[in-house]
């Protein structure tokens, strides 16, 4: 739920860029709340698959967003788990 969600959000804004916290506050403020372990959880078995793409700053924080060469394949995925 937590993965679709956060692909989804990055289908409809591909350009969109954000820290765990930020992911949490902004891409999840309409929806059931989530906890950081959770959210991070869906982050780090995005970017394994390469789906997401992460930028570590000078300061250690992790910048996540969309890795625009999987998106047909990110596509594919969400129409799947919609007949599941």
Known sequence: MVVQHILRHLIKYPNAKDTLHGIRRWWFKDSVERSDTEVQEALDT??????????????????????AAKLEEIKVFLREQKCT
Do not use: E, I, K
């Not at 995005?46 to 890795?67: D, H, K």
């Open 46 to 67: 995005l970017v394994q698959r390469g789906w997401l793409t992460q930028r570590q700053t000078a300061t250690s924080q992790r910048f996540y967003g969309l890795n």
